[in-house]
């Protein structure tokens, strides 16, 4: 190797190690977990699970409107901006029985159901194509089942927004920073303009020992917890009730169920 060449490669080398370091000092304390797939749970406090399930007993919500302080505390949690028009950023959000729900085979669901509207968010599915789809890894999923997100690699291609069959992902059109004045939750990072977000199922409070954001705004409403454990919250609502997930004939195992 020739001096001039081993100069360029101690150069290229220093500078790469300058920039990530630049970075990482960049970044609030909690958001290190995020560069790399799992980071998170590291916490002494961390809650852990073979399988994160939720469970929402959609029989005690009325309206629309009784679900507007669960999305205000996800959206709150995660900075996720209001952004004027049809480019808005959701990670949760409603929609009615039939959008939600389009190949469902019971012709005759009680009209309270079919009128009724229900909270959309990831499904943190056991087979998540998004997974399969994303060139860099930017989603993965973790040993817990939850299909998390590293904005650090996403690249906006949006493959896993078109591998999605639940449309749960948004992409950043626009700045969101440019949406708020400042970010509602300062220990979570914000976004980028060019990059997909979507529900973590609050992986970061799980690894402070919380629950996540609108499990904790409901009330006893929705149910969070390990599927694989008989003796769980989820587990024994799903033996005492009859639920539903969205399109299961898919195969992906969605990990959100809707008690009806």
């Not at 852990?48 to 005690?60: F, G, L, S, Y």
């Amino acid at each position: 190797m020739n001096t001039n060449r081993r100069k360029f490669l101690k150069v290229a080398g220093l500078s790469a190690f300058a920039l990530t370091s630049g970075l990482s000092a960049l970044l609030p304390d909690d958001a290190h977990a995020q560069l790399a797939p799992g980071g998170y749970g590291t916490g002494k406090n961390a809650l852990h699970a073979k399988r994160w399930a939720m469970v929402i007993d959609t029989r005690k919500f009325r309206t629309a409107e009784d679900y507007k302080p669960l999305i205000k505390a996800c959206h709150d949690a995660h900075n996720v901006p209001d952004i004027p028009g049809n480019k808005n950023i959701k990670w949760l959000w409603v929609d009615t029985y039939e959008h939600a729900f389009p190949d469902d085979m019971n012709e005759h669901m009680s009209d309270r159901v079919k009128s009724t509207f229900f909270p959309l968010l990831c499904n943190h599915c056991t087979n998540p194509p998004c997974v399969r789809v994303c060139p860099t890894q930017a989603t993965y999923k973790m040993a817990d089942g939850i299909v998390a997100m590293d904005y650090h690699r996403c690249i906006g291609c949006r493959f896993c927004m078109a591998g999605c069959p639940y449309g749960a992902r948004s992409f950043n059109f626009y700045d969101p920073r440019r949406y708020m004045d400042e970010p509602s939750n300062p220990r979570f990072p914000t976004r980028m303009i060019g990059v997909v977000e979507k529900c973590t199922f609050c992986a970061e409070r799980l690894a402070q020992g919380m629950m996540p954001a609108c499990v904790e705004a409901s009330n006893g409403k929705i149910l969070f917890g390990d599927l694989n454990d008989p003796s769980s919250p989820v587990r024994r609502a799903l033996a005492e009730n009859y639920s539903i997930r969205r399109k299961p004939n898919l195969g992906t195992q969605p990990g959100v169920y809707y008690l009806i």
